[in-house]
Each structure stands twice: as C-alpha cells, then as structure tokens.
T-cell receptor
Framework: NAGVTQTPKFQVLKTGQSMTLQCAQDMNHEYMSWYRQDPGMGLRLIHYSVGAGITDQGEVPNGYNVSRSTTEDFPLRLLSAAPSQTSVYFC???????????FGSGTQLSVL | AQSVTQLDSHVSVSEGTPVLLRCNYSSSYSPSLFWYVQHPNKGLQLLLKYTSAATLVKGINGFEAEFKKSETSFHLTKPSAHMSDAAEYFCVVRPGFQKLVFGTGTRLLVSP
C-alpha cells in the first residue's frame, strides 16, 4: 500500500490564482480530511469527509472547496489564492471506526 | 469546548537523558487523547492514544504517557532520549468522532 499520497509537494502561486491539491489513499478509508499547519498554531482542520459524496467544514474552511466523488480521492481547491493561505497542507485518512489518522507527507504552498 | 495546551514550545535534552513533554487538556468529560510525532519534512505519525482504558499508555519507540484526571494532564515521557527522537510532538484531543484538536506543538531537540 502507498498509504496517503499528496501532490504536489511544493507549489508557488500568485495572488488570485486557483489550484487543486490532490490527495489519494489506497486503504479504502471512509474518512478523509485536510489540515493546514502554521507556525505556532498546530494543525487546523479545513474540511473533512466521512464517505463518497459527503463533506463537511472544519475549523478554517473559508477560501477552500472540497468534493468526494470516490472513496480514494479528496482534492482541496483554492478558488482565489491569498497570501494568508501560505501554509503546509496535510491530507489524512482513517478507516471506519478507527482512531489512527494516516497522514500524507504534505504540500508546501506559498502565495505571493 | 475541548482543547489541549502544550506547555513548552521547545524542549532540549541530551542523548540518554529522560524526556518530558507536557500537555494539559480541557474537557467536560473523559476525553480521547493522542500524541502524534512529526519528523522534519514528513507527515504526522501516531505515537500513542488514550481512550479511557489503562491510564498509563505505552506507544511506539519507547514513549509512554500517563492520563491524570486530577491534574488534567497527559504528559509524554521517555526514559532515555535518542538522537532520532528529535522532532515536533503534538498533543491532540478528540472532541467528536469526526474531529481532532491539535496542540501548538513541542519541538524536541536532542544533543549528543
């Protein structure tokens, strides 16, 4: 199993550009989520999904969209990038009833 | 609302000496608590979890944590630090099944 795979690893955007961060898992996990990590703030939940076709907002959802058309994929879309979205983004998943989150290796995003 | 406070942003130890990373939690009922570790440029990995069974929880790599309700604490310890333990450690509480709340992290520095 590859686990949780995130692409790209690094990305630089200009203010106002849009992009999609990709996340895929091959463990048949129902639950998938996106976090952002900022210095001194830990990880904050952006959006999460409990299964295909079901998504919900986390702590900091503004400026981000998600969809879950398949169990495997959970892309995160930035509609109009802002410098405040400069961060490291992590995708994580876990199985039904499981408590252990499996994390991807992260995407470092800079918005100029 | 449930939350966690990591009392130290940085902890420095010498190799072979004990490690203590402090975490206090706030919860109106018995919480589920976790410690995650993040090595440089990597995703997070679960170290251990407490879910109202034994109060002393053993994790991977020789780490353990003790749940103390009277002190609302869940400190992470290891008897003897190794150079490979240098990383950032996050104390995490689960207020609801779908969400985790992360502390701000403690960076552990291990010197030879």
């Amino acid at each position: 199993n590859a686990g949780v795979t995130q692409t790209p690893k690094f990305q630089v955007l200009k203010t106002g550009q849009s992009m999609t961060l990709q996340c895929a898992q091959d463990m048949n996990h129902e639950y998938m989520s996106w976090y952002r990590q900022d210095p001194g703030m830990g990880l904050r939940l952006i959006h999460y999904s409990v299964g295909a076709g079901i998504t919900d907002q986390g702590e900091v959802p503004n400026g981000y969209n998600v969809s879950r058309s398949t169990t495997e994929d959970f892309p995160l879309r930035l509609l109009s990038a802002a410098p405040s979205q400069t961060s490291v983004y992590f995708c994580a998943s876990r199985g039904q009833g499981g408590e252990k989150l499996f994390f991807g290796s992260g995407t470092q995003l800079s918005v100029l | 609302a449930q939350s966690v406070t990591q009392l130290d942003s940085h902890v420095s130890v010498s190799e072979g000496t004990p490690v203590l990373l402090r975490c206090n939690y706030s919860s109106s009922y018995s919480p589920s608590l976790f410690w995650y570790v993040q090595h440089p440029n990597k995703g997070l990995q679960l170290l251990l979890k407490y879910t109202s069974a034994a109060t002393l929880v053993k994790g991977i790599n020789g780490f353990e944590a003790e749940f103390k309700k009277s002190e609302t604490s869940f400190h992470l310890t290891k008897p003897s630090a190794h150079m490979s333990d240098a990383a950032e450690y996050f104390c995490v509480v689960r207020p609801g099944f779908q969400k985790l709340v992360f502390g701000t992290g403690t960076r552990l520095l291990v010197s030879p």
